[in-house]
């Protein structure tokens, strides 16, 4: 197959939701780099510590092409004078109430930002249209299904959390709005984003944290857990293949498509903690536990689609991922516990 896959063009405005996120900040950051104009938003809520929130866009404000906003996309006529007053023409929705677990206790948040947030921002895209529209799913979607490697292919009517349920109802709303209102729309299945900078939340941060102050660490369903972990640079390579890329319309008039975006090599749980011990250069204590609610036992990304697209498969192995954000997660320790 022909690959369809161009350049990044700098030269269009680019709007990023959830620009202090994980994947936002370093995204938003690669474009940057590029010289490109980037129009950032974040509702820098408290999810997370909102100080590494804040030191990334600290950070993303250093560069002149960028212009933070300071707000919440559940905010429809706010977000409107966004799209008014910029025109962007690449939008990349990352804004959202992310964590599964946190979902079973916490579930307005994930209405008033996964859905009603998703919500304004297909609106803003139908009325001030767009080149292309990204917004970011989840490899949570695929469930409870049994059938590895997950495929996009795949279907996916069995979420086990309701954070993956609003995942998967951004996929749907996407599809009619491409199809209603010509929005050339790419939903992309993240798998276990890790490194540098990222989320506290996520188990190898808290893994980390609890190591260096001798706290044990929970693996659950008694270790028998397997995750394909993405290391960020290579979820911002394939970003950047993307943008520039709409979908073709399929057979509807739907210009609409939808990748994994994962290493395509699950990893057992326990191995993860061999690989982080030798990273930190410390020995963690390890406390096997029963499977949580609304978790899985196993994400394993089929990547085809995205090779053959873009010609791209990520490929950072674990131990060298886990060792970059070992240096940085240990320079940071030093700093807060001289």
């Known amino acids: 197959m022909k690959k369809r896959y161009n350049e990044l063009d700098i030269h269009k405005n680019f ?20 010289g490109a104009q980037v129009i950032g938003l974040d509702n820098l809520n408290n999810y997370y510590d909102i100080k590494l929130k804040q030191h990334r866009i600290n950070i ?7 212009q933070f906003v300071h707000m ?11 799209f008014r007053s910029y025109c962007p023409e690449i939008v990349v929705n990352l804004a959202a109430q992310a964590g599964v677990r946190y979902s079973i206790n916490h579930p ?5 930002s996964n859905i009603i947030g998703f919500y304004n921002v297909l609106e803003c895209c139908r009325h001030y249209p767009v080149y292309h529209l990204l917004y970011a799913s989840s490899s949570s979607v695929y ?14 009517d069995m979420p086990v959390s309701l954070y993956a349920a ?30 540098p900078m990222g989320r506290p939340d996520m188990a190898y941060f808290s893994f980390a944290q609890n190591i260096m102050q001798n706290r044990p660490i929970k693996i659950f369903n008694y270790g028998e857990m397997y995750r394909d972990f993405t290391y960020i640079d290579d979820i911002v390579e394939a970003l950047t293949r993307i943008l520039n890329n709409p979908p ?7 210009s609409y498509k939808i990748y994994n975006i994962g290493n395509h090599h699950p990893e057992k749980l326990l191995d993860f903690v061999g690989y982080l011990e030798k990273a930190l250069g410390k020995t963690a204590q390890i406390e096997l536990q029963p499977m949580q609610p609304g978790d899985v036992v196993q994400t394993y990304a089929d990547v085809n689609a ?19 954000f070992a240096q940085w997660f240990l320079n940071e320790w030093k700093i807060k516990n001289p």
């Open 108 to 112: 307005r948040s994930y209405i008033d």
């Open 60 to 66: 993303l404000q250093e560069y002149p092409g960028f």
């Open 166 to 195: 609003t995942k998967k109802s951004n996929e749907l709303f996407a599809y009619s709005y491409s199809n209603l209102y010509n929005i050339p729309c790419t939903g992309l299945r993240f798998f276990t984003v890790y490194g």
């Open 72 to 82: 919440d996309i559940s905010d429809q006529q706010e977000l409107a004078k966004i």
């Open 248 to 254: 073709e319309p399929d057979s509807n008039g739907a």
């Open 15 to 34: 709007l990023i939701t959830g620009a202090a996120g994980f994947i936002g900040f370093f995204l938003t950051k690669r474009l940057l780099e590029h």
């Open 306 to 324: 995205l090779v053959e697209d873009f010609d791209f498969k990520p490929n950072t192995s674990l131990p060298d991922g886990l060792n970059r």
């Open 143 to 156: 469930g409870a299904n049994k059938k590895i490697p997950y495929s996009v292919e795949d279907k996916v």
